[in-house]
C-alpha cells in the first residue's frame, strides 16, 4: 500500500473563487503533500473583488462534519479560518480540546481583502477567550493583531506598537505569534514571531506589487502542512513563508479583482521545463 500523506483538517467557510477560504486551504496543504480533510463553516457569495455575503453554517453541522472525521482518520495539524459565528467557534473549541497534542494554528479573519467585516465583536471575544487559548500559533496581520489585542476594551487601538499587540494576544495562551507586515509602512515585508519572552526572529520578504486574495489562508495552512510533515515550529515558518511568497510571485488575475496566489507554481514550472525539453531537436538518430 502507499503511504498515507499527513492529514490535516481545516475549518473554513467556502470561496466560489478558490483564492481564499476552504478551497485555498485544500490546494495549499496538497501542493505541500498533506491530505486535506475539510469541514465547512460557511458558504460565501464573493468574487476576486470581494464578499457580498456570508451564510454560516449551523454548529452541529460543523460538529458532525469533524467528529464523523476524526472517529476515522488520525490528524496531524489543525487549521482554523473563517468561522461563522460564536456557535461555531464554541462547538470548534470543544472538539480542539479533545485533541491538546495535535497542533493547531488559527488564521483570525476579521475582514476580506476590500475591508468587507467578516467577524463581529462577539465571535472575536469567542475566539479569544476559547480559541487562543489553545493554539499553538495565531497569524493575524498587523491590523488583525491590534484589533484582537484589545478586544475587550471596545476599540482598536491602531498606534499600539506590534510588540505590546503580541504580548496581549501570548497572555491569551497561544504559544506563539506570527504578526505579519504587509499593512506596515515599510520597505519589505516584516513578519514577527513572537513568544512569551518577546521577538523570537523577524522575517523580510520583498514587497511584490498588487493585491493577493487568499494570502493570509495560504500562509496558515502551508505552516500547517509543514508542522505536519514533522518540521520544527521555526523551520515550519521558513519554509511556509518561501513557498508563500512564491505563491505571490507567480499569483494570476482571472477575474476583475485581486490577485490569485498560484499553489502550484512549482508544478507549472515542471511542467514548461518539460515542454521546453520537448520542443528541443532530438539527438536520438534514426
Given at each position: 500500500?502507499?503511504?498515507?500523506?499527513?492529514?490535516?483538517?481545516?475549518f473554513?467557510?467556502?470561496?466560489?473563487?478558490?483564492?481564499?477560504?476552504?478551497?485555498?486551504d485544500?490546494?495549499?496543504?496538497?501542493?505541500?503533500?498533506?491530505?486535506?480533510?475539510?469541514?465547512?463553516?460557511?458558504?460565501?457569495?464573493?468574487?476576486?473583488?470581494?464578499?457580498?455575503?456570508?451564510?454560516?453554517?449551523?454548529a452541529?453541522?460543523?460538529?458532525?462534519?469533524?467528529?464523523?472525521?476524526?472517529?476515522?482518520?488520525?490528524?496531524?495539524?489543525?487549521?482554523?479560518?473563517?468561522?461563522?459565528?460564536?456557535?461555531?467557534?464554541?462547538?470548534?473549541?470543544?472538539?480542539?480540546?479533545?485533541?491538546?497534542?495535535?497542533?493547531?494554528?488559527?488564521?483570525?479573519?476579521?475582514?476580506?481583502?476590500?475591508?468587507?467585516?467578516?467577524?463581529?465583536?462577539?465571535?472575536?471575544?469567542?475566539?479569544?477567550?476559547?480559541?487562543?487559548?489553545?493554539?499553538?500559533?495565531?497569524?493575524?496581520?498587523s491590523?488583525e493583531?491590534?484589533?484582537?489585542?484589545?478586544?475587550d476594551?471596545?476599540?482598536?487601538?491602531?498606534?499600539?506598537?506590534?510588540?505590546?499587540?503580541?504580548?496581549?494576544?501570548?497572555?491569551?495562551?497561544?504559544?506563539?505569534?506570527?504578526?505579519?507586515?504587509?499593512?506596515?509602512?515599510?520597505?519589505?515585508v516584516?513578519?514577527g514571531?513572537?513568544?512569551?519572552?518577546?521577538?523570537?526572529?523577524?522575517?523580510?520578504?520583498?514587497r511584490?506589487?498588487?493585491?493577493?486574495h487568499?494570502?493570509?489562508?495560504?500562509?496558515t495552512?502551508?505552516?500547517?502542512?509543514?508542522?505536519?510533515?514533522?518540521?520544527t515550529?521555526?523551520?515550519?515558518?521558513?519554509?511556509?513563508?518561501?513557498?508563500?511568497?512564491?505563491?505571490?510571485?507567480?499569483?494570476?488575475?482571472?477575474?476583475?479583482?485581486?490577485?490569485?496566489?498560484?499553489?502550484?507554481?512549482?508544478?507549472r514550472?515542471?511542467?514548461?521545463?518539460?515542454?521546453?525539453?520537448?520542443e528541443?531537436?532530438?539527438?536520438?538518430?534514426?
Open positions: 500500500m502507499t503511504k498515507t500523506p499527513p492529514c490535516v483538517m481545516t473554513a467557510a467556502t470561496d466560489p473563487s478558490s483564492g481564499a477560504g476552504l478551497q485555498a485544500i490546494l495549499t496543504l496538497a501542493s505541500i503533500g498533506c491530505h486535506p480533510l475539510s469541514v465547512a463553516t460557511g458558504i460565501t457569495v464573493q468574487d476576486t473583488v470581494g464578499v457580498e455575503s456570508v451564510m454560516a453554517l449551523d452541529e453541522w460543523i460538529n458532525d462534519q469533524a467528529r464523523t472525521m476524526l472517529e476515522d482518520v488520525k490528524i496531524s495539524a489543525f487549521k482554523l479560518g473563517l468561522l461563522g459565528s460564536v456557535e461555531n467557534v464554541m462547538v470548534i473549541a470543544e472538539i480542539m480540546a479533545d485533541y491538546p497534542d495535535v497542533p493547531l494554528l488559527i488564521d483570525p479573519i476579521l475582514t476580506s481583502g476590500r475591508g468587507d467585516d467578516l467577524s463581529n465583536e462577539e465571535m472575536q471575544a469567542a475566539m479569544c477567550e476559547l480559541l487562543f487559548p489553545q493554539a499553538t500559533i495565531i497569524t493575524p496581520n491590523i493583531a491590534r484589533r484582537l489585542a484589545f478586544y476594551e471596545g476599540e482598536e487601538v491602531k498606534y499600539t506598537t506590534l510588540e505590546v499587540a503580541s504580548q496581549r494576544l501570548l497572555g491569551l495562551g497561544s504559544e506563539y505569534v506570527l504578526i505579519t507586515g504587509t499593512h506596515e509602512r515599510t520597505t519589505d516584516v513578519n514571531l513572537y513568544g512569551v519572552e518577546g521577538l523570537i526572529k523577524e522575517y523580510h520578504w520583498g511584490l506589487l498588487g493585491s493577493y487568499g494570502s493570509g489562508c495560504t500562509l495552512s502551508a505552516i500547517a502542512a509543514c508542522l505536519a510533515h514533522g518540521l515550529i521555526e523551520e515550519a515558518l521558513q519554509e511556509a513563508q518561501e513557498y508563500t511568497w512564491q505563491t505571490l510571485k507567480n499569483a494570476f488575475r482571472p477575474g476583475m479583482g485581486q490577485f490569485i496566489p498560484d499553489r502550484f507554481f512549482w508544478a514550472e515542471e511542467n514548461e521545463a518539460l515542454a521546453a525539453d520537448f528541443k531537436p532530438s539527438s536520438i538518430q534514426h
